[in-house]
C-alpha cells in the first residue's frame, strides 16, 4: 500500500508518554496485520515544551501537526504548571492547538462494555445499553471569550464572557445531526436558555435547523436537568451536542458510567478528514510513571483516528474488538479493577491488547 499516513505524536505530560507509547504498539500492530505506513513524527507540547522551549505550543510543534493527517495527543498539564502565568500554561496550548487547527467539533463517546458494569459506580441495571456520544463544541464559548481583570471598589474583579455566533452553533449542531441520523436518531441539545443570551442563540438555531433532520428526534435539555438525567437514565441518550464547558463537565460525568476515564477516547475534528485524538483523561499526576495508567483511551482513540481521519473502519473496529476481548477476559488496570487482585500495568495492557488482534 503506497498511501503513507503522517501522524504527528505529542506524549505530552504525567502519564501522557505512558498511553501514548502503548497506542503506538497499536499502530505498529495494524501496519503488520493490514500493510498500513505510518510516518510517525513526535513534537513537544505541553508543560514538556515550556521547561524545554519557553512555550507550550512551540511553534514547530504546531507546524508539524499541520503538516499531518492526524494528531495523536497523550495529555498535557501538571502541578508543576500550576500557578505559571496563563501563556506559560500547558492548557493554553491546548486551547491553542485546537484553535489553530480549526478543530471545533470534539467527539466524545461513552460506551458501555457489558463486562465492566460492575465497575461503574452506578447500578449495572441502569448502565444496560448505555452507548451515547457527547458532541462538544471546542473552539468557542467561555474558554475563548474576552477574559480580564479590573478593579472595583469591592476589590479585584475577573471576568470570563460566553460568546456564540450563528455560524459557530450551526456548524457543531449540523454535525450532530449527522451523527444522530447514522445511529439511533435522537439527538439531545443541551444549554442553560432559562438563563444565558448564548445559549437562547444555541436553542434558537437548533429549532430552526431541525426541521432539515426529521428522521432525528430532538429534545432540548437544560444542563443541570441533563447533568442529572445522564445517571439516571443513560441508555436513553444517544447523542448530546452541547456547547465548550458543559461537554466537559458532562463528558468527564459520562465517563463513570463506563467504569472510568481511562476508557474514554475522544477525535477533534473540523472540515476535513484532519483530526485530533487524545482521550479524555488529563494527565493524572496522581499515578503518573507508575505504570498504573489505563492505555485504553488512547488505544480507543487510535480506532477513531483510523475510522475518522483515514477511512480504516475494519481496522478500527479490529482495534475495538480486541479491546472488548481483553476486557471480557478479565484482564484490568486497577482503575477498572473491582478487587484490585491481579491488576495489570499500562504496558502489560497495551500487550494484551495487541496480542487480542487478529484478522
Ligand atoms: N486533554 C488534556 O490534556 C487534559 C484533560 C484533562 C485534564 N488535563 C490536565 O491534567 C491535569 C490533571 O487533571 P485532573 O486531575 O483534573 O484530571 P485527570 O483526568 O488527569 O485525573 C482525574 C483522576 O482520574 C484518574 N485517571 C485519569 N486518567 C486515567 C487513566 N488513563 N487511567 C487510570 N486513572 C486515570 C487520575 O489518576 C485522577 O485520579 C491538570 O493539569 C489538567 O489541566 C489535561
Ligand atoms: C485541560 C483542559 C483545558 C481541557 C478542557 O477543558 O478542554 C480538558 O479538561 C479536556 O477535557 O480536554
Ligand atoms: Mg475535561
Same mark, same amino acid.
Not at 506524549?11 to 501496519?31: F, M, Q, S
Given at each position: 500500500?503506497?498511501?503513507? !499516513?503522517?501522524?504527528?505524536? +505529542?506524549?505530552?505530560?504525567?502519564?501522557?508518554?505512558?498511553?501514548?507509547?502503548?497506542? !503506538?504498539?497499536?499502530?505498529?500492530?495494524?501496519?503488520?496485520?493490514?500493510?498500513? *505506513?505510518?510516518?510517525?513524527?513526535?513534537?513537544?507540547?505541553?508543560?514538556?515544551?515550556?521547561?524545554?522551549?519557553?512555550?507550550? #505550543?512551540? *511553534?514547530?510543534?504546531?507546524?508539524?501537526?499541520? $503538516?499531518?493527517?492526524?494528531?495523536?495527543?497523550?495529555?498535557?498539564?501538571? %502541578?508543576?504548571?500550576?500557578?505559571?502565568?496563563?501563556?506559560?500554561?500547558?492548557?493554553?496550548?491546548?486551547?491553542?492547538?485546537? !484553535?489553530?487547527?480549526?478543530?471545533?467539533?470534539? &467527539?466524545? %463517546?461513552?460506551?458501555?462494555?457489558?463486562?465492566?458494569?460492575?465497575?461503574?459506580? #452506578?447500578?449495572?441495571?441502569?448502565?444496560?445499553?448505555?452507548?451515547?456520544?457527547?458532541?462538544? =463544541?471546542?473552539?468557542?464559548?467561555?474558554?475563548?471569550?474576552?477574559?480580564?481583570?479590573?478593579?472595583?471598589?469591592?476589590?479585584?474583579?475577573?471576568?470570563?464572557?460566553?460568546?456564540?455566533?450563528?455560524?459557530?452553533?450551526?456548524?457543531?449542531?449540523?454535525?450532530?445531526?449527522?451523527?444522530?441520523?447514522?445511529?439511533?436518531?435522537?439527538?439531545?441539545?443541551?444549554?442553560?436558555?432559562?438563563?444565558?443570551?448564548?445559549?437562547?442563540?444555541?436553542?434558537?438555531?437548533?429549532?430552526?435547523?431541525?426541521?432539515?433532520?426529521?428522521?432525528?428526534?430532538?429534545?432540548?435539555?437544560?444542563?443541570? $436537568?441533563?447533568?442529572?438525567?445522564?445517571?439516571?437514565?443513560?441508555?436513553?441518550?444517544?447523542?448530546?451536542?452541547?456547547?465548550?464547558?458543559?461537554?466537559? +463537565?458532562?463528558?468527564?460525568?459520562?465517563?463513570?458510567?463506563?467504569?472510568?476515564?481511562?476508557?474514554?477516547?475522544?477525535?477533534?475534528?473540523?472540515?476535513?478528514?484532519?483530526?485530533?485524538? =487524545?482521550?479524555?483523561?488529563?494527565?493524572?499526576?496522581?499515578?503518573?510513571?507508575?505504570?498504573?495508567?489505563?492505555?485504553?483511551?488512547?488505544?480507543?482513540?487510535?480506532?477513531?483516528?483510523?475510522?475518522?481521519?483515514?477511512?480504516? *473502519? !475494519?481496522?478500527?473496529?479490529? &482495534?475495538?474488538?480486541?479491546?472488548? $476481548?481483553?476486557?471480557?477476559?478479565?484482564?484490568?488496570?486497577?482503575?477498572?479493577?473491582?478487587?484490585?487482585?491481579?491488576?495489570?500495568?499500562?504496558?502489560?495492557?497495551?500487550?494484551?491488547? +495487541?496480542?487480542?488482534?487478529?484478522?
Amino acid at each position: 500500500m503506497s498511501d503513507i !499516513k503522517k501522524i504527528a505524536v +505529542i506524549d505530552g505530560d504525567g502519564i501522557g508518554p505512558e498511553v501514548v507509547a502503548e497506542a !503506538k504498539k497499536v499502530l505498529r500492530k495494524t501496519e503488520e496485520l493490514f500493510g498500513y *505506513q505510518f510516518e510517525i513524527e513526535h513534537g513537544l507540547f505541553g508543560g514538556i515544551a515550556i521547561d524545554e522551549k519557553g512555550t507550550p #505550543l512551540p *511553534q514547530e510543534t504546531l507546524e508539524m501537526c499541520k $503538516n499531518s493527517d492526524a494528531v495523536l495527543l497523550g495529555a498535557v498539564g501538571g %502541578p508543576k504548571w500550576d500557578n505559571n502565568s496563563k501563556e506559560l500554561r500547558p492548557e493554553t496550548g491546548l486551547l491553542g492547538i485546537r !484553535k489553530e487547527l480549526g478543530l471545533f467539533s470534539n &467527539i466524545r %463517546p461513552a460506551v458501555v462494555f457489558d463486562c465492566l458494569k460492575e465497575a461503574s459506580t #452506578l447500578k449495572p441495571e441502569v448502565l444496560d445499553g448505555t452507548d451515547l456520544i457527547v458532541v462538544r =463544541e471546542l473552539t468557542g464559548g467561555i474558554y475563548f471569550g474576552e477574559k480580564f481583570r479590573r478593579n472595583t471598589e469591592f476589590g479585584e474583579e475577573a471576568v470570563d464572557t460566553c460568546a456564540y455566533n450563528v455560524m459557530e452553533v450551526e456548524r457543531i449542531v449540523r454535525q450532530a445531526f449527522e451523527i444522530a441520523k447514522t445511529r439511533r436518531k435522537k439527538l439531545a441539545s443541551v444549554d442553560k436558555a432559562n438563563v444565558l443570551e448564548s445559549s437562547r442563540l444555541w436553542r434558537e438555531t437548533v429549532n430552526r435547523l431541525a426541521p432539515e433532520y426529521p428522521d432525528v428526534e430532538l429534545e432540548h435539555v437544560l444542563v443541570d $436537568n441533563c447533568a442529572m438525567q445522564l445517571l439516571r437514565r443513560p441508555s436513553s441518550f444517544d447523542v448530546i451536542v452541547t456547547e465548550n464547558m458543559f461537554g466537559d +463537565i458532562l463528558s468527564d460525568e459520562a465517563a463513570m458510567l463506563t467504569g472510568s476515564i481511562g476508557m474514554l477516547s475522544s477525535a477533534s475534528l473540523g472540515e476535513g478528514s484532519f483530526g485530533l485524538y =487524545e482521550p479524555v483523561h488529563g494527565s493524572a499526576p496522581d499515578i503518573a510513571g507508575q505504570g498504573k495508567a489505563n492505555p485504553i483511551a488512547t488505544i480507543l482513540s487510535v480506532a477513531l483516528m483510523f475510522k475518522l481521519s483515514f477511512g480504516y *473502519q !475494519k481496522a478500527g473496529d479490529l &482495534i475495538e474488538k480486541a479491546v472488548k $476481548n481483553v476486557l471480557d477476559y478479565g484482564h484490568r488496570t486497577g482503575d477498572i479493577s473491582t478487587d484490585q487482585t491481579n491488576v495489570l500495568s499500562t504496558s502489560q495492557m497495551g500487550d494484551q491488547i +495487541i496480542a487480542a488482534m487478529k484478522k
